[in-house]
Every structure is written in structure tokens, then in C-alpha cells.
């Protein structure tokens, strides 16, 4: 059920023509500490628990100097959205060219369905074991065709 909502709701809203979900080209989850629960990184060389010390170190020191919260970093040709709730940190990557509202849209969702899957009171007694959302990331780490794939042969989506 879980996976099926989430597929529903990125292949319903189009950019471009392309799926939301196929226009991030990274997507994680880390906690304010820094730690990655799930993570979908496309490149290899990048180090997902270094990357999610530093975007947590670089948003702690963006909230002390600015009494705000961090919530993008540009590069020439890619951007990093970020959104935080909960003590958790939302981010995506995503071309320049794709709008930042767009992006967060996309985060907006993926915050929702988290929240449903691990409501507050269950993360309050979290105690730090990244297992739980074990789920989780096995789901971000699969393509838009590897869902559609398994949906079918759950019998979810029609043929």
C-alpha cells in the first residue's frame, strides 16, 4: 500500500514532460546529527554518511549565522533542495533548469509518506538503529520502471 501511494502520486504530476520521479537525481533522508536513514545517490564516489555529515554541519552553521534554515545550495549546474522537519533533513538534487518549487513538491511528498510510515510518536522512541527504515530505502534505491514492474505483478496496477 505504501508503495503504491507513493508511485501514484509521483507518476500523476508531470514536469516538462518527464515524471517527478525521474527528474531528482539524488534523493536523501539524514537526521539533524547527520546520519543517512535512506539515500539514493547516483554517484558511486560519493560517500552517503560523509555527505550527510556535511549537508547537516553546513545547515546547523547556516541556521547559527542566519537565525534561518538552510533550504537549497546552488552549483553551476545542479542544486540541492533541502526541507527539515521533525529533525530529519529532506534533500533532492535535481538539474538547475527544473524550477526549486517543483523540487519541493516532490520533498513535500516524500515528507508526507515518511511521516505516515514513521509517525512522531514512534521516531520520539527511536533509538538510533537506521533498520527501521530498512523499508525505506530499498524502496528509494529502486527505478520508476522497477515499481511499475512490481506493481503489476502485485496485481496493483492494471495491465
Known sequence: MYLEIILHRFNNSKV????????????????????????KI???????Q???MLISAISSFARELTHQELNCLEFSNLRFDILKKNGFLFLASSSRQIKH???????DHVIELFFERYPVRELNKWDGSINIFRELEEYITKTRDELIIEMIFKKKIPM
Open 16 to 39: 516538462e514532460g518527464k515524471q517527478l520521479f525521474d527528474i531528482l537525481k539524488d534523493i536523501l533522508i539524514i537526521t539533524e546529527s547527520g546520519k543517512v536513514i535512506a539515500s
Open 101 to 107: 518549487k517543483r523540487v519541493l513538491r516532490i520533498i
Open 42 to 48: 547516483s554517484n558511486p564516489q560519493i560517500e552517503e
Open 50 to 52: 560523509l555527505f550527510g
